[in-house]
């Protein structure tokens, strides 16, 4: 296990973090009366009712848990506290995994920025009348004309996302390394954005995959998606 990787776990995975720590944070740069920091809290009521009972994909992860500890990887490692950027890293799944929850939701709750922040983050869907491929090459071209602040969430993102993957089938687990390394690294690289980090993730799903692939004394390497 990396090094670099023991320390952004501390900071994610403590199970000491709870609300009271994370707006501590946020009240170090925002006072607690600032339309900032109240901004911030309303995003974060706004996510923990609207997630309240939900999973994420892996059928473990409490939806809310999940953008919370992007969020405060934002504040913790990358010492980001723009309330723009936090809710948006709050909100970031509302969109694409809440049906109630939509861009226009977003812009009338928060400010037109922010839904365009959180359309960025967002991947389109059938609802769009786009086809799973088609989406996921869309949203990739995305890519190209996206800025630093996206990246700052997208990559915290993907890093709390590698890191918690290991629940997932060795192919799947195969195949979001592959996209990682294909699409985002790039990108981390680029701006200096958590690219030690993912180098570091990827480098652990891949020795993870090894040996669960010499433990099933599997020969052949599991396909790689084209996606």
């Known amino acids: 296990m990396s090094g670099i990787l023991d320390d952004v776990r501390a900071i994610i995975f403590n199970p000491n973090e709870n609300r009271e720590t994370f707006f501590n944070y946020v009240a170090e740069y925002w006072p607690r009366r600032s339309k900032q920091y109240n901004k911030v809290k309303r995003a974060y009521d706004y ?24 969020a405060l ?6 010492g980001i506290y723009d309330p723009d950027q936090l809710i948006e890293a709050i909100m970031h799944d509302g969109p694409e995994d809440l049906d109630e929850w939509t861009l226009e939701r977003s812009e009338g709750a928060f400010s037109k920025k ?4 959180l359309e960025r983050l967002t991947k389109l869907s059938e609802k769009d009348g786009y086809s799973k491929e088609d989406a996921s090459r869309i949203y990739f071209q995305w890519f190209r004309t996206a800025g630093r602040s996206f990246f700052q969430k997208k990559l915290a993102d ?9 629940v997932f ?40 995959i090894a040996r669960l692939r010499a433990d099933q004394e599997l020969t052949e390497s599991p396909p790689i998606s084209e996606a």
Do not use: M
């Open 158 to 166: 993907r890093l709390v996302n590698l890191l918690t993957c290991d």
């Open 114 to 117: 922010n839904a365009r922040g």
């Open 47 to 70: 996510g923990k009712d609207g997630f309240r009972g939900t999973l994420r994909k892996d059928g473990v992860t409490r939806g809310f848990e999940h953008s919370r500890v992007v």
């Open 73 to 78: 990887l934002l504040i913790r490692w990358l």
């Open 169 to 208: 089938t060795l192919k799947k687990q195969w195949e979001y390394l592959v996209e990682t390394e294909r699409y985002f690294i790039p990108y981390a690289q680029k701006f200096g954005i958590l690219y030690q980090e993912l180098l570091a993730a990827c480098r652990e799903v891949r020795e993870r």
